[in-house]
Nanobody, 126 residues
């Protein structure tokens, strides 16, 4: 598998939208949970969303209904569409590929060995 590479971060106003991309060569097709996680200033890292090999998705309560995780298999890319942004969404966003050992992938739960991207920063202003 190749290295994960995020893009799409930037600045947005409250209520705005951004779309993050993560190129994950070798991980889109296979037994991997593909995660988006984030770490805000002075906060612990938290899970945001996850997509399973069969396309099933799950979200953190804080983003449910606002964010959507989806993938493009042909482009080996997983996306995070973020709508209705608020200042609490300000964070560095990371994508991660984690082997699927359990029956279901769980948001923010990593079993390892995990492959990471370098992160992309999102800043939301009021």
């Amino acid at each position: 598998q190749g290295r994960l590479m995020e893009s799409g971060g930037g600045s947005a106003q409250s209520g705005g939208s951004l779309r993050l991309s993560c190129v994950a060569p070798g991980y889109i097709v296979g037994s991997y949970c593909l995660h988006w996680l984030r770490q805000g200033p002075g906060k612990a890292r938290e899970g945001v969303a996850v997509i399973e090999p069969d396309g099933t998705t799950a979200y953190a309560n804080s983003v449910e209904g606002r964010f959507t995780i989806f993938r493009d298999v042909d482009k080996s890319t997983v996306f995070l569409q973020m709508n209705g942004l608020n200042t609490e969404d300000t964070a560095t966003y990371l994508c991660a590929a984690d082997p699927k050992w359990a029956e279901r992938c769980q948001v923010g739960v990593l079993s390892g060995p995990t492959s990471w991207g370098q992160g992309t920063q999102v800043i939301v202003s009021s």
